[in-house]
């Protein structure tokens, strides 16, 4: 079946050491999104790719980075994780941008900040 | 600016009572996109359902049914004969038609428990 891999599913990290989630892809969609989810709230849009073109949310902090390798691939770059960081961290795929592609989501990543 | 309210936080049924978790959205373009997903205790959001400003018709598929109404900005869902499998934090969704709108706007939610 195609789906969307997240892995790991459970991140443990210490305060400031350098993390890294990745997602996976067998969709071949063009796009891939990562959000944040914090408990009990709506999932919040932290950037996408479009192909290779990186699109940043104006109001994510420097500290996410990605990366896209490839089609299939995408990593989510925390350079130095604050508490405030923990949370579920979502990636989904669309085929396109256009406003009426279905956005299809991965298991997630937990990430604990010790 | 697009905006989506879901009024319920929690609800809680009895299994096998029916349920409607409503949603209310705010637009300004003509054209835009409505998305139901359920987000379980393992955390996915698994889609549900799409529908776009242009179709007013309702769908139903199984136990669930979407009631889409433009005069009241509205679309809400409806669970029939609720099960345990049912609970999950249900999300409404917007996407607005203009281009490079690929911008999901999510409501904050509705917590289901269906106790059994």
């Known amino acids: 079946d195609a789906m969307v891999i997240q892995n790991p599913r459970y991140q443990v990290t210490q305060f400031g050491k350098p993390v890294t989630l990745s997602c996976s892809q067998t969709?071949?969609?063009?796009?891939m999104y990562w959000y944040q989810q914090k408990s009990s709230q709506a999932p919040k849009l932290l950037f996408h790719y479009y192909d290779k073109d990186f699109n940043n949310e104006a109001d994510t902090p420097d500290n996410f980075q990605s990366r896209r390798p490839n089609t299939s691939f995408c990593f989510l770059d925390i350079r130095s994780p604050g508490l405030g960081d923990a949370a579920m961290y979502l990636c989904?795929?669309?085929?396109?941008?256009?406003?009426?592609?279905?956005?299809?989501f991965g298991p997630g990543t937990r990430l604990l900040v010790l | 600016a697009q905006k989506v309210t879901q009024a319920q936080t929690e609800i809680s049924v009895v299994e096998k009572e029916d349920v409607t978790l409503d949603c209310v959205y705010e637009?300004?373009?003509?054209?835009?996109?409505l998305f139901w997903y359920k987000q379980p205790p393992s955390g996915e959001l698994v889609f549900l359902i799409r529908r776009n400003s242009f179709d007013e018709q309702n769908e139903i598929s199984g136990r669930y049914s979407w009631n889409f109404q433009k005069s009241t900005s509205s679309f809400n869902f409806t669970i029939t004969a609720s099960q345990v499998v049912d609970s999950a934090v249900y999300f409404c969704?917007?996407?607005?038609?203009?281009?490079?709108?690929?911008?999901?706007?999510f409501g904050k939610g509705t917590k289901l428990s269906v106790i059994p």
């Open positions: 637009t300004r373009d003509t054209t835009y996109y």
């Open positions: 989904a795929t669309s085929s396109s941008r256009l406003p009426q592609e279905t956005q299809y």
């Open positions: 969709l071949n969609h063009n796009v």
């Open positions: 969704a917007l996407s607005e038609g203009g281009a490079g709108s690929y911008q999901l706007t």
